[in-house]
């Protein structure tokens, strides 16, 4: 089946690392997202890795990628209270977006 | 450019009344997703559209249904409407053939039924 897990809360200071954590189900995904969702807005893609990738850095953001484990993360280095937002896991096993239910980050000064 | 644009922004509706949303896609792009965020909650695809058919669907009942004319746009039209079917409803286009397969959202329309 398809299902992806996020932890719901993430609470940082500014200029510190933030680390957001997702595991998924179906290993037929190609590609992996993160989304970020502020109040209010729809969702902007972040950045995206390829399956068969175990890392992918993009200026402030690193996706690491543990295919055996089904386990994603997304590392913001140096925090900035803009960062504050929803952020979204999801798997495309298809073309269809399977999204887990979203990390608040909250970045207090 | 303008990216995807959604309307109306907000909408109010009474239980068993039945609703349009309207989706104009990027410039270029020719494909368009449907997806229900309940608050607090991940989006959930509805279907998505391409070449003016429905190529997917997620788990929605018949209630549910869409349309994409020739320009690409495209409309949700939910009938019968539940007090479940409250959310925010995004829109999203994709360009042809591109690799990874990238979804643009609008804004969103907030459907409330009351």
């Known amino acids: 089946g398809e299902d992806v897990e996020q932890s719901l809360f993430l609470s940082v200071r500014e200029g510190d690392s933030s680390v957001i954590n997702c595991t998924y189900t179906d290993s037929s995904s190609t590609y992996l997202y993160w989304y970020k969702q502020e109040p209010g807005a729809g969702l902007q893609l972040l950045t995206y890795i390829f399956s068969n990738m175990d890392m992918k850095q993009d200026q402030r953001l690193t996706v690491l990628l543990n295919k055996k484990d089904k386990h994603l993360s997304l590392r913001i280095a140096d925090t900035q209270t803009g960062d504050s937002a929803i952020y979204f896991c999801a798997e495309s096993p298809r073309t269809a977006l399977i999204f887990g239910k979203g990390t608040t980050l909250s970045v207090s000064s | 450019d303008a990216g995807v644009t959604q309307s109306p922004t907000h909408l109010i509706k009474t239980r068993g009344q039945q609703v349009t949303l309207r989706c104009s896609p990027k410039s270029g792009h020719d494909t368009v997703s449907w997806y229900q965020q309940a608050l607090g909650q991940g989006p959930q695809f509805i279907f998505q559209y391409y070449e003016e058919e429905e190529r997917q669907r997620g788990n929605f009942p018949d209630r549910f249904s869409g349309h994409q004319f020739p320009n690409y746009s495209s409309e949700l039209n939910v009938n019968a409407l539940l007090l479940g079917d409250s959310a925010l409803y995004l829109c999203?286009?994709?360009?042809?053939?591109?690799?990874?397969?990238?979804?643009?959202f609008g804004p969103g329309t907030r459907l409330t039924v009351t």
């Open positions: 999203a286009s994709s360009p042809p053939g591109t690799d990874p397969y990238e979804q643009y």
